[in-house]
């Protein structure tokens, strides 16, 4: 896991670095990498893999709202605290689909609840998967995963930048998706991810702005619905 801090003030990072290390430790946890950045030039130019960015809005240069748009479009699955003295920006960082605001001066028990929520989704919504192909192996994301399909003896994984070709047999995703809560089987030839899901009827499910279907079974009508509900209420 990496762990970013962009922000100006020199006291202010600190102060977070040092609430990050201390959460850790008071869980028994390896800390993290931390990597610290004072402007958004820098931290856009190490061109660095976050999984966490802690990101002041009043930075010196390009602005905290810029930064945060370029990093979304690089790796839409970083989670990213806005770190301010002032709402007026909040409007403007909900574009970018912050994760938490954290005010400034900083309250400690808040800043860790909203350290844990944010593991918490790191470690549950956000994990990496492996899709063998024939050609080659390809790393998604869980949030990139939007089905995956049996057609015969064919199994895609049909993700949001593309189709990859499983060379494993759809036993191997069922074990290995469905003990994830955004993972469901609707039917024997689908596993939809509920991340993705955008309408659904008594027979079939929308994806991905109905961009592609899923079969539901009549029996898994009720089953569906109550856990897809579950899935909304825990995410929201």
Same mark, same amino acid.
Request: hydrophobic share 35%; with cysteine; proline share 2%.
């Given at each position: 896991?990496? @762990? ?8 202010? %990072? ?16 390896? &800390? ?29 240069? @390009? ?16 989670? @990213? ?8 920006? &909040?409007?403007? %960082? ?35 998967? @492996? ?10 994301? !869980? ?53 993705? &899901? !955008? !309408? ?37």
């Amino acid at each position: 896991m990496t @762990i970013a801090i962009c922000e100006d003030n020199i006291e202010c %990072a600190n102060q977070i670095k040092h609430l990050i290390s201390s959460y850790f430790k008071s869980k028994n946890l390896e &800390i993290p990498k931390i990597k610290e950045y004072h402007d958004g030039e820098s931290l856009l130019s190490d061109n660095v893999d976050l999984d966490i960015l802690f990101l002041d809005i009043e930075l010196p240069g @390009i602005s905290g709202i810029c930064v945060g748009r370029e990093i979304k479009s690089v790796n839409r699955n970083t989670i @990213i605290f806005v770190v301010t003295s002032f709402m007026e920006y &909040i409007d403007d %960082a909900m574009r970018f689909n912050v994760f938490r605001y954290i005010m400034k001066p900083i309250d400690t028990d808040r800043f860790y609840r909203n350290l844990s929520d944010a593991l918490y989704r790191y470690s549950n919504d956000i994990k990496k998967y @492996i899709v063998e192909t024939h050609d080659t192996a390809y790393t998604l994301y !869980s949030t990139d995963i939007i089905m995956v399909e049996v057609t015969g003896h064919k199994v895609s994984v049909q993700g949001v930048n593309g189709i990859y070709h499983s060379v494993k047999p759809m036993k191997y995703w069922q074990e290995l998706l469905l003990t994830e809560p955004m993972f469901y089987q609707s039917h024997r030839s689908y596993i939809v991810n509920f991340h993705h &899901i !955008s !309408s659904y009827t008594d027979d079939s499910i929308g994806l991905y702005k109905d961009s592609c279907t899923a079969f539901l079974t009549k029996r898994k009508r009720v089953d569906f619905k109550n856990k897809y509900l579950m899935y909304l209420e825990n995410t929201r």
